[in-house]
């Protein structure tokens, strides 16, 4: 995740009633990103790091190969940082064949900060609302505090600083599809991807047993069970799939 060097307005009331508006906000984007060409496969925003969000922009990559090949996919490997990571890493590894998470206190190991330090060169820096580098970088590289001062009436709500950092992800998407397609079946394994379910209900399933006792569980496909026809028929006769009928509908499970 990164705190996007955008600025934004936010008025709040103070204890006093009175209306206060500060203009030092930023928003933080968390990415989900291809390590082949630095593609976004997934990402969210919100007003801080936090386990809700990450697993927004997991959910968003999923949905996002669904969208652009079909079928949702697992990831032959995943890394991330080691935020909230006792709690994440389940996560984490029900997405994936080989979770491998960031060494600790080492930046380099991530190459997701180079990617960050890219959007903020590329796109942050030209936006009027751009605060700069951080405060441990090189003073030469900052704007001038005097146009961040001139121009912070002007500075976007939350919303509408949202919708900028939304649309830098998406110019991306647009850049660099074309380059992730075509290197799809080299960074991805088919797989079912679970997001409700714990890892050992999951595994549960795989002994035969219903891990809570809901018959449904595990199924990705339910059909009507007087459908004939040859797509439905086809699926029946796949032997990597299980079929049953419950109340008049066909279920599938792999």
Same mark, same amino acid.
């Given at each position: @995740?990164? *705190?996007?060097?955008?600025?934004?307005?936010?008025?709040?009331?103070?204890?006093k009633?009175?209306? &206060?508006?500060?203009?030092?906000?930023?928003?933080?984007?968390? &990415?989900?990103?291809?390590?082949n060409?630095?593609?976004?496969?997934?990402?969210?925003?919100?007003?801080?790091?936090n386990?809700?969000?990450?697993?927004? $922009?997991?959910? *968003?990559?999923?949905?996002?190969?669904? $969208?652009?090949?079909?079928e949702?996919?697992? &990831?032959?490997?995943? =890394?991330?940082?080691?935020?909230?990571?006792?709690?994440?890493?389940?996560?984490?590894?029900?997405?994936?064949?080989?979770?491998?998470?960031?060494?600790?206190?080492?930046?380099? $190991?991530?190459?997701?900060?180079?990617?960050?330090?890219?959007?903020?060169d590329?796109?942050?820096?030209?936006?009027?609302?751009? @605060?700069?580098?951080?405060?441990? @970088?090189?003073?030469?590289?900052?704007?001038?505090?005097?146009?961040?001062?001139?121009?912070?009436?002007?500075?976007?709500?939350?919303?509408?600083?949202?919708?900028?950092? $939304?649309?830098?992800?998406?110019?991306?998407?647009?850049?660099?599809?074309?380059?992730?397609?075509?290197?799809?079946?080299? @960074?991805?394994?088919?797989?079912?991807?679970?997001?409700?379910?714990?890892?050992?209900?999951?595994? *549960?399933?795989?002994?035969?047993?219903?891990?809570?006792?809901?018959?449904?569980?595990?199924?990705?496909?339910?059909?009507?069970?007087? *459908?004939?026809?040859?797509?439905?028929?086809?699926?029946?006769?796949?032997?990597?799939?299980?079929?049953?009928?419950? =109340?008049?509908?066909?279920?599938?499970?792999?």
């Open positions: @995740s990164w *705190d996007v060097e955008l600025l934004y307005q936010k008025t709040t009331e103070n204890k009633g009175h209306n &206060v508006t500060t203009y030092h906000n930023r928003l933080t984007v968390c &990415v989900i990103l291809d390590a060409n630095k593609y976004p496969v997934g990402y969210s925003i919100d007003e801080y790091e386990p809700t969000m990450i697993r927004r $922009a997991l959910k *968003d990559a999923v949905n996002h190969t669904k $969208a652009l090949f079909g949702r996919y697992m &990831v032959n490997e995943f =890394q991330s940082d080691r935020y909230g990571i006792k709690k994440m890493k389940e996560v984490y590894q029900s997405i994936t064949a080989n979770y491998v998470p960031a060494r600790a206190h080492n930046a380099k $190991a991530k190459i997701i900060e180079p990617y960050f330090k890219y959007l903020n590329n796109y942050c820096h030209f936006m009027p609302n751009w @605060s700069g580098y951080g405060v441990t @970088s090189n003073e030469e590289l900052q704007p001038n505090s005097d146009i961040p001062q001139a121009l912070k009436k002007m500075f976007p709500t939350e919303e509408e600083c949202a919708e900028q950092i $939304a649309n830098i992800i998406e110019q991306e998407r647009k850049i660099k599809q074309s380059d992730f397609v075509k290197g799809f079946a080299k @960074s991805f394994r088919k797989g079912k991807i679970y997001f409700n379910q714990p890892k050992k209900w999951i595994q *549960d399933e795989e002994n035969g047993n219903k891990g809570r006792g809901d018959i449904l569980e595990g199924t990705f496909m339910t059909i009507k069970s007087d *459908d004939k026809s040859q797509f439905v028929n086809k699926l029946k006769k796949d032997e990597n799939l299980k079929n049953f009928e419950y =109340q008049g509908f066909t279920y599938f499970r792999r």
